[in-house]
């Protein structure tokens, strides 16, 4: 594999990780997604314990408001702190 395709299967591998631990093994709850906030992007996300944190995050991935994050929910968030690292980036370089 690539180091691109390595890491796309770690993301997928991380969201595996906690979405098996509670009800659906493929979707993610809201105690699941702040059990991964916490652990997998403690350096990432401001306040991550922060329960009215975590509330607004789970609250916009959810979509479809059935209770649960899927996968293609999650790759939102993925999205959005992937784009925040590239942009942190650049403002370091200029620095």
Known sequence: MTKLEDHLEGIINVYHHYSVRVGDYDTLSRGELKRLITKE????????????????????LDTNKDGEVTFNEFIKLVSTVLLTAHQDIHKEQES
């Open 41 to 60: 992007l403690a350096n990432t996300i401001k306040n991550n314990k922060d329960q009215a944190t975590i509330d607004k995050i789970f609250q916009d």
